[in-house]
T-cell receptor, first 116, second 109 residues
Framework: DVKVTQSSRYLVKRTGEKVFLECVQDMDHENMFWYRQDPGLGLRLIYFSYDVKMKEKGDIPEGYSVSREKKERFSLILESASTNQTSMYLC???????????????FGSGTRLTVV | RKEVEQDPGPFNVPEGATVAFNCTYSNSASQSFFWYRQDCRKEPKLLMSVYSSGNEDGRFTAQLNRASQYISLLIRDSKLSDSATYLCVVNNNDYKLSFGAGTTVTVRA
């Protein structure tokens, strides 16, 4: 089975801190995604990457950046954390093959970030 | 208008009951459709893909109506373990997925 691993389940950070959320997948997937999930709003796409060193903005990129130096790792960076970035952050990946239509994404277990 | 809309529920049903709910999508060019299940404080997990002809997986049946742009999920013979939030997910002509906010189902003994 594909495994998507997020480095932390729970994080508490202070306002203004720089925060790194790490995501690693072990199935050589080209495509990786970062979402945040908030009650009543569902999952919203922050950034995604189709390949190493490639990144594209999603629907809510403001206040975030990403890094993809290696194929298996996709990092989300909060340059200066703010309280409105308190949320559940979910990383996902999938391969660029026909199986996408049958299997969608595989998600990591999520990081619940609280900014105080 | 949101790209994917769902009735948030909650749908409270007794064990053994049938529960069904829909979701609507706004992009007529959407290509692929999925139902994901999400347990409290856990990540979403794929429940089933939804095919044009409709498909069944055990007690779960998914239907797609392209003309009216909605998909449905029906759960027969509900179990306590079916209590979860069900996310309607749509893919357009790329690799990004758009998620509904979820429908909460609670099955009571």
């Amino acid at each position: 089975d594909v495994k998507v691993t997020q480095s932390s389940r729970y994080l508490v950070k202070r306002t203004g801190e720089k925060v790194f959320l790490e995501c690693v997948q072990d199935m050589d997937h080209e495509n990786m995604f970062w979402y945040r999930q908030d009650p009543g709003l569902g999952l919203r796409l922050i950034y995604f990457s189709y390949d190493v060193k490639m990144k594209e903005k999603g629907d809510i990129p403001e206040g975030y950046s990403v890094s993809r130096e290696k194929k298996e790792r996709f990092s989300l960076i909060l340059e200066s954390a703010s309280t409105n970035q308190t949320s559940m952050y979910l990383c996902a990946s999938h391969g660029r093959t026909g199986t996408f239509k049958s299997y969608g994404y595989t998600f990591g277990s999520g990081t619940r970030l609280t900014v105080v | 208008r949101k790209e994917v809309e769902q009735d948030p529920g909650p749908f409270n049903v007794p064990e053994g009951a049938t529960v069904a709910f829909n979701c609507t999508y706004s992009n007529s060019a959407s290509q692929s459709f999925f139902w994901y299940r999400q347990d409290c404080r856990k990540e979403p997990k794929l429940l089933m893909s939804v095919y044009s002809s409709g498909n069944e997986d055990g007690r779960f049946t998914a239907q797609l109506n392209r003309a009216s742009q909605y998909i449905s999920l029906l759960i027969r013979d509900s179990k306590l373990s079916d209590s979860a939030t069900y996310l309607c997910v749509v893919n357009n002509n790329d690799y990004k997925l758009s998620f509904g906010a979820g429908t909460t189902v609670t099955v009571r003994a």
